[in-house]
């Protein structure tokens, strides 16, 4: 799919609703309720909305965000992978059954060859929980954790 600009009212959008997310979201770098936003709204292939707010740092001096910026956005990119998905799942493209590899032939060795899609939107290996133990054992050998149990009474 090949994006395109135009406007939000030519996809069902109603520019007001844009005109006010744009304030909000301005007002809240403005205010310092966020450091930073960069955002990209689109539907249909149409991007409607696309606008970068504040630095990238605390410094004064520091760079200004750009619609290109890259943002260290860690373990949140498990919710957009699963979305994005999901999606693919609704249109038939892609079963949650199937193995990653069908789509991905890279995706081999080590076992990879019997992770399942559903492993990927769920974030498990598909290894029973025996097998987990077990892998744990092979590796790190018998692991004497401390005891749980408290050794004095706690303050009272």
Known sequence: MQLRQGLPNEVGVSPERIRRIFTMLRDWVSDGTLPAVSVLVARRGTIFLQESFGTLGPDPNSPLVKPDTIFGIGSITKVFTATAIMLLVEDGLVGLNRKVQE????????????????????????????EIRALEDKIWGKVDFPSLEPTEHPIQ
Do not use: A, N
């Not at 789509?103 to 492993?119: N, T």
């Open 103 to 130: 789509y991905i032939p890279e995706f081999k060795g080590e076992g990879k060859e019997e992770v399942l899609v559903s492993h990927i939107v769920t974030h498990t290996s598909g290894m029973s929980d025996k």
